[in-house]
T-cell receptor
Framework: AQKVTQAQTEISVVEKEDVTLDCVYE???????LFWYKQPPSGELVFLIR??????QNEISGRYSWNFQKSTSSFNFTITASQVVDSAVYFC????????????FGIGTKLQVIP | EPEVTQTPSHQVTQMGQEVILRCVPI?????FYWYRQILGQKVEFLVS????????KSEIFDDQFSVERPDGSNFTLKIRSTKLEDSAMYFC?????????????FGEGSRLTVL
């Protein structure tokens, strides 16, 4: 069975601070994909990143960066110089290696960026 | 940019009524999914659909639920006799075929309120 744990349920930061959202996962599969999605107050799910289990390189996209560490089964997400528009719920997610790739979501971390 | 579209965006229904939620996946995608998010909770997998049949379903997806692809473009979720606890946001998603196409494209969701 797969599991995604996001231990931080809510985080508040002041604008321009850096913030890291933690994600720890469990899977027996050797091939899997990890994701981060953003859910703004409007409710839709916005894809941020996909990382496969064979690629442990960290990735940076503008103010966003991701740290994938297979040894600790973690896939953490950092926002640098946070902005009010970053306020949202962020979900970490994991697929299985089956052909249909069902996605298992974590419970989400609600980020509030205070101006 | 291609997108998954869902209708209605919000539906209010009385307990015991049948509800059909509609989705138009991205045109060249072959895998289709329904997910559910009860307010304030995580996104949960309901069902996956491939090659005109259910490929996997969760324990949530009981006999009250059914899915159908009635034509080449629509993918529907039917709830036969709604219960109060079916109130949630329902997300449709689709995915292209292939081993390295793990990204799910989500629709904007259909909010169902059962009174």
């Amino acid at each position: 069975a797969q599991k995604v744990t996001q231990a931080q349920t809510e985080i508040s930061v002041v604008e321009k601070e850096d913030v890291t959202l933690d994600c720890v996962y469990e899977t027996r599969d050797t091939t899997y994909y990890l994701f981060w999605y953003k859910q703004p107050p409007s409710g839709e799910l916005v894809f941020l990143i996909r990382r496969n289990s064979f690629d442990e390189q960290n990735e940076i996209s503008g103010r966003y960066s991701w740290n994938f560490q297979k040894s600790t089964s973690s896939f953490n997400f950092t926002i640098t110089a946070s902005q009010v528009v970053d306020s949202a719920v962020y979900f970490c997610a994991l697929t299985d290696s089956g052909g249909y790739q069902k996605v298992t979501f974590g419970i989400g971390t609600k980020l509030q960026v205070i101006p | 940019e291609p997108e998954v579209t869902q209708t209605p965006s919000h539906q209010v229904t009385q307990m015991g009524q049948e509800v059909i939620l509609r989705c138009v996946p991205i045109s060249n995608h072959l895998y289709f999914y329904w997910y559910r998010q009860i307010l304030g909770q995580k996104v949960e997998f309901l069902v996956s659909f491939y090659n005109n049949e259910i490929s996997e379903k969760s324990e949530i997806f009981d006999d009250q639920f059914s899915v159908e692809r009635p034509d080449g473009s629509n993918f529907t979720l039917k709830i036969r006799s709604t219960k109060l606890e079916d109130s949630a946001m329902y997300f449709c998603a689709s995915r292209a075929m292939g081993p390295d196409t793990g990204e799910l494209f989500f629709g904007e969701g259909s909010r169902l309120t059962v009174l």
